[in-house]
């Protein structure tokens, strides 16, 4: 997907609440996308944070956890016609606003449409979809009885990983948890 930043350069007033308009680009302070999301919506602006959904393993199995999609930046816009950006670069969780010279960097509104859409089909995806152990990969037990043994990847579900090991001279499908395999260096 190619996005491109581009700025305008007019002084004419803001449209009220137009699919059509802009949204502007925040660069925001490390780790404080959320708290600038949270400022900029008690000021009024309509905010977009573009997350999406990552599974991170955990001593119960994997874990569901929302993450930026781009780590510090953050699109914005006025609410209603009139409403001044100049306050969002003091707003707490902000450090600037994106600029090429003195103009502000704007996300055309069709390419912010094709965010919603890739943001939305990777956060129907399941734990299986975006697991790194995929089928037929070759993996290495740990953290249970058999740890050393090295198998295939069966199947993934989001509380287990499904692997056929050699055992005993017979192929043996093996339901581990995630945290209990590792991949190998292909």
Sequence with gaps: MNIALSYVESSEPVKEESDEQGWYVAYTQPQREQLAQINLALQGFDVYLCQYKAFKKSPEGLLEVWQPMFPR?????????????????????????????????????????????LESAQNQADAGQNSPFQPGLKVRLKNCGLSGLEGLVHSVSSKRVTLLIELLGREKKLHLEHHQVELLDQ
């Design 73 to 117: 930046y953050i699109f914005f816009r006025p609410a209603h016609a009139g409403q001044s950006i100049s306050v969002v670069r003091s707003t707490r969780g902000i450090a600037f606003v994106l600029r090429f010279g003195v103009t502000p960097a704007m996300l055309k509104p069709e390419e912010l449409r094709m965010l919603k859409a």
